[in-house]
């Protein structure tokens, strides 16, 4: 059963009985007629946070072993299920985890639902899959956590410097060490540090005490990054119309001598893996207005083929592809700005993924 119900957020839950009862309140919302959970509270005074027992109409039922939690970091939840799988009462056999908090991250998230653990945050993140009894819920809450406090954030991926760091996590393969990365990045060495700590609090790195950086994760990376980098949000960006169509365009781009500049989304990922013609050409100019009227560009509200970005990423026109004369984004670079772009290029930018991951000695260095 698949549900996409939302209900307000309110007020955030303090304690650890308020996160639980949160969570119950919203699987009681989500399941099917003839279907009962309720909280065992009189079980929450042992090492388990919290005991709660699910019932079928046909009196089948599962008891769920609740760790509760104000925050998840991705990187803690193998010692957490390990804790909670310990835990034993002598009435109950078999019992599923699940892990209940105030919020739980996107990469938390992928962790436990690729280890189909279920798991229900207070703004509705949901994911419960169960053969006996045979029930599915799965539903999304928010994807950011809508009560942090103000002041500089814990979790994020945001800047140029951590741009930096992933596109070189991302473009070179192998181990490195951080003073590698942070001369393969050319970012800061606290920037580089602070975002390698992130990743591997993501469980999207590993890095033993004093070791090299390892099992990069680099499509959960880019699709993590996404969340806090997009090309049309992180970046000032001009809709313009190529009056004959984008295949012109191009070739008047390839005429062009002495602009800066870089193609990406569909036409970068075009160039690796050919589908259907792009209908939206986007590009990073260091000088979008020189662009536009050396290409004789034409500013538009509405009905833009082209779309011209700059800003303070510099780290886009790095490890550039040339191609037939056109210069293209990394892959790297052209899935994220997929991945953010309008209309169906998200759709586009996880087509990229898939060929990225079938093909990653083309593209990794």
Do not use: C
Not at 182 to 187: D, E, K, M, V, W
């Amino acid at each position: 059963m698949l549900t996409s119900g939302k209900v307000p957020f309110g007020e955030p839950p303090e304690r650890e009985i308020d996160v639980l009862r949160r969570a119950v309140a919203l699987v009681v919302d989500r399941l099917p007629a003839g279907w009962s959970i309720n909280l065992a509270e009189e079980e929450t005074g042992s090492r388990i946070d919290g005991v709660a027992n699910l019932v079928a109409p046909d009196g089948t039922r599962a008891t769920f072993f609740i760790e509760a939690k104000r925050s998840v970091i991705a990187g803690d939840l193998a010692s957490t299920l390990d804790q909670l799988r310990s835990y034993s009462l002598s009435h109950v056999e078999s019992p599923v985890p699940m892990i209940a908090a105030r919020y739980i991250g996107s990469s938390a998230r992928k962790w436990l639902e690729e280890r189909n653990l279920s798991y229900v945050d207070a703004t509705g993140n949901m994911h419960i899959s169960l053969e006996r009894p045979a029930i599915y819920l799965h539903d999304r809450g928010s994807d950011r956590d809508p009560w942090r406090g103000p002041g500089r954030p814990r979790g994020t991926l945001q800047g140029p410097p951590a741009a930096r760091v992933v596109r070189a996590l991302v473009d070179f393969a192998g181990s490195m060490t951080v003073p590698d990365l942070i001369r393969l990045s050319g970012a800061s060495t606290g920037a580089t540090y602070r975002v390698v700590d992130f990743l591997e609090r993501e469980a999207l790195v590993t890095r033993p005490r004093g070791g090299p950086i390892m099992d990069v994760k680099w499509r959960r990376i880019l699709e993590r990054w996404s969340e806090d980098y997009g090309f049309q949000r992180s970046n000032s960006v001009n809709a313009y119309l190529s009056p004959r169509g984008i295949p012109a365009f191009q070739e008047d781009l390839r005429e062009a001598s002495g602009l800066r500049y870089a193609l990406t989304g569909s036409l970068a990922a075009h160039r690796l893996a050919p589908h259907a013609p792009a209908r939206l050409a986007m590009l990073y100019a260091d000088d979008a207005e020189q662009l536009a009227r050396r290409l004789k560009l034409r500013p538009v509200e509405t009905g833009a083929n082209v779309l011209v970005a700059h800003g303070k990423y510099d780290v886009v026109f790095d490890r550039l592809a040339h191609d037939e004369g056109l210069l293209y984004v990394a892959p790297s670079q052209a899935a994220v700005d997929l991945l953010t772009g309008p209309g169906r290029t998200p759709a586009e930018g996880q087509e990229l993924l898939d060929w990225m991951e079938g093909h990653e000695r083309a593209w990794r260095r």
